[in-house]
């Protein structure tokens, strides 16, 4: 890493301020360990509950003699320059007060618009936590910033924003991305002697005749394998919305695209992810070559396990080149043609002070440099929705995500997922139907959804 080298050698040497919204689990972890880092502070935290901003400071080893509550302007960047720990309700008191970056962690679609939308024209950067409103915009606010000189960017320490880095750094290298992802933070632990797989508290047994499935895969057997693990492992725990969400997120930032809309999910080894994320006339899965993907770690009780981190798989056309990358460590398919890269952790916020930092003293993301509306997170019925039914987004139990080809907002296009947050439905829907634009009550005064309409103008959608 460099990243020392260069925040010292940055022309704007400087402590870099940070605003916070949204003090939950991951907020709080920037909030602890910036107390750690003499170049970063966190002067100001907003949340609509004071109460839970405070006991962040508290993780922090910061005692309420040193917090003040403050509702207005002038006061707030008093306190902040007084040096006390600042908490306010009012997320826009953040946009007038002395720090270089905002950092967006509500995980709230329409919240996240108006906070990121609001920091850009009041010249503050933006670290984006925020994957449901990232998912959905995150295209045209990063335009926006370009055009206003600041910094918008996914997050180090977030699997969307740690992926998107481990793709470029390969494809700086000269190789080829045949897939790319990240693993659930769940996974399948596999108990050969009690013949059990379980997955948090969640159990299922596996008979005689199907545990042959869980044993490692051959060349060129990955299909059945997989097909078959699908089917016995089917009552335990499903991958979220919230997880297609982030890949959404890193599809738009790399190009890298569903091979299939609802994606393979397989159930693999470690070992595996090579032998099955590749081509099929490799052996794998793979229809296309640079592909999105997520998977569930099967580990045995000992195993090391994947801990919900990244991963790629990799090409390379010259002989000695991947001679020297399967030599050296890294985890080839039984053909040698592929390899997979990983990275077995995601540190939250302990990591994303680098985003932090990168932005306020170098001027660039831990992201992307260009990102484009390549796909959106659209929703699928998965139960007969009745007229007048609000949505719950992400995490609404009727509603299954699918990656699909952007499109825009219009009649008979699919709507990305964040978009239906807390909006009803203007006419019963069928389980299994794919929902579009006439079928929801548009909000009357959405930042979110006009500044969508403005990113498929913006990129011709």
Same mark, same amino acid.
């Given at each position: 890493m460099i990243?020392?080298?260069?925040? =010292?050698?940055?022309? =704007?040497? @400087?402590?870099? /301020? %940070? *605003?916070?919204?949204? &003090?939950?689990?991951? *907020?709080?972890?920037?909030?602890?360990?910036? /107390?750690?880092? $003499?170049?970063l502070e966190i002067p100001i935290v907003a949340d609509v509950? #004071?109460?839970?901003? /405070?006991?962040?400071y508290h993780h922090a080893g910061i005692t309420?003699?040193?917090?003040?509550?403050? =509702?207005? @302007? !002038? =006061?707030?960047? @008093?306190?902040?320059? &007084? *040096?006390?720990?600042?908490?306010?309700?009012? #997320?826009?008191l953040l946009m007038d007060t002395p720090i270089d970056v905002v950092v967006e962690s509500t995980g709230v679609p329409e919240a996240g618009a108006r906070h990121a939308y609001e920091a850009i024209q009041h010249g503050k950067h933006v670290a984006m936590i925020n994957k449901e409103t990232d998912a959905v915009i995150g295209p045209i606010l990063k335009h926006l910033a370009d055009k206003a000189g600041v910094v918008y960017t996914p997050v180090d320490g977030d699997q969307h924003g740690l992926l998107i880095g481990l793709v470029l750094w390969a494809r700086s290298l000269g190789l080829e991305v045949l897939a790319g992802g990240k693993a659930r933070n769940a996974e399948c632990i596999y108990d050969p002697e009690a013949k059990t797989v !379980?997955?948090?508290r969640s159990t299922v047994n596996v008979n005689q005749l199907g545990t042959w499935a869980l044993n490692?895969? $051959?060349?060129?057997? %990955?299909n059945r394998y997989i097909s078959a693990r699908r089917e016995i492992l089917a009552s335990l725990p499903k991958t979220s919305n919230s997880d297609l969400g982030e890949m959404t997120v890193a599809a738009n930032a790399t190009g890298l695209m569903p091979d299939i809309p609802e994606l393979h999910l397989p159930v693999v080894r470690i070992s595996e992810i090579p032998e099955v994320l590749c081509p099929v006339e490799e052996g794998g899965l793979l229809q296309t070559r640079g592909t999105i993907e997520i998977v569930?770690?099967?580990r045995g009780t000992d195993d090391a396990g994947l801990g919900g981190g990244v991963f790629i798989v990799v090409s390379c056309e010259n002989d000695y080149s991947r001679t020297v990358l399967t030599t050296k460590g890294l985890i080839p398919n039984s053909r040698g &043609?592929? %390899?997979?890269?990983?990275? #077995?952790?995601?540190?939250?916020?302990?990591?994303? #002070?680098?985003s932090i930092l990168s932005a306020a003293l170098l001027n660039v993301p831990t992201g992307a440099a260009t990102?484009?509306?390549h796909v959106d997170l659209a929703a699928k019925s998965n139960c007969e929705l009745k007229t007048g039914t609000i949505l719950g987004g992400g995490h609404s139990n009727d509603i299954d995500a699918a990656i699909l080809p952007a499109s825009p907002i219009a009649k008979g296009k699919p709507l990305p997922l964040y978009l239906l947050t807390g909006n009803g439905l203007s006419r019963d829907v069928a389980a299994e139907t794919l929902i579009t634009q006439e079928m929801v009550d548009p909000p009357a005064d959405s930042l979110l959804w006009s500044l969508r309409r403005q990113q498929d103008a913006h990129f011709g959608l």
């Amino acid at each position: 890493m460099i990243y020392h080298h260069l925040f =010292d050698q940055a022309k =704007d040497l @400087r402590t870099v /301020r %940070a *605003g916070l919204i949204g &003090s939950g689990h991951y *907020g709080t972890a920037v909030i602890t360990q910036a /107390r750690y880092i $003499p170049q970063l502070e966190i002067p100001i935290v907003a949340d609509v509950n #004071p109460q839970a901003a /405070r006991l962040a400071y508290h993780h922090a080893g910061i005692t309420d003699d040193d917090i003040t509550l403050c =509702d207005n @302007r !002038s =006061d707030t960047i @008093r306190a902040i320059e &007084s *040096g006390k720990f600042v908490i306010v309700e009012d #997320p826009m008191l953040l946009m007038d007060t002395p720090i270089d970056v905002v950092v967006e962690s509500t995980g709230v679609p329409e919240a996240g618009a108006r906070h990121a939308y609001e920091a850009i024209q009041h010249g503050k950067h933006v670290a984006m936590i925020n994957k449901e409103t990232d998912a959905v915009i995150g295209p045209i606010l990063k335009h926006l910033a370009d055009k206003a000189g600041v910094v918008y960017t996914p997050v180090d320490g977030d699997q969307h924003g740690l992926l998107i880095g481990l793709v470029l750094w390969a494809r700086s290298l000269g190789l080829e991305v045949l897939a790319g992802g990240k693993a659930r933070n769940a996974e399948c632990i596999y108990d050969p002697e009690a013949k059990t797989v !379980s997955c948090g508290r969640s159990t299922v047994n596996v008979n005689q005749l199907g545990t042959w499935a869980l044993n490692r895969i $051959p060349d060129g057997e %990955a299909n059945r394998y997989i097909s078959a693990r699908r089917e016995i492992l089917a009552s335990l725990p499903k991958t979220s919305n919230s997880d297609l969400g982030e890949m959404t997120v890193a599809a738009n930032a790399t190009g890298l695209m569903p091979d299939i809309p609802e994606l393979h999910l397989p159930v693999v080894r470690i070992s595996e992810i090579p032998e099955v994320l590749c081509p099929v006339e490799e052996g794998g899965l793979l229809q296309t070559r640079g592909t999105i993907e997520i998977v569930t770690c099967l580990r045995g009780t000992d195993d090391a396990g994947l801990g919900g981190g990244v991963f790629i798989v990799v090409s390379c056309e010259n002989d000695y080149s991947r001679t020297v990358l399967t030599t050296k460590g890294l985890i080839p398919n039984s053909r040698g &043609s592929t %390899a997979v890269i990983y990275r #077995p952790y995601h540190l939250c916020g302990v990591e994303t #002070p680098i985003s932090i930092l990168s932005a306020a003293l170098l001027n660039v993301p831990t992201g992307a440099a260009t990102v484009k509306p390549h796909v959106d997170l659209a929703a699928k019925s998965n139960c007969e929705l009745k007229t007048g039914t609000i949505l719950g987004g992400g995490h609404s139990n009727d509603i299954d995500a699918a990656i699909l080809p952007a499109s825009p907002i219009a009649k008979g296009k699919p709507l990305p997922l964040y978009l239906l947050t807390g909006n009803g439905l203007s006419r019963d829907v069928a389980a299994e139907t794919l929902i579009t634009q006439e079928m929801v009550d548009p909000p009357a005064d959405s930042l979110l959804w006009s500044l969508r309409r403005q990113q498929d103008a913006h990129f011709g959608l």
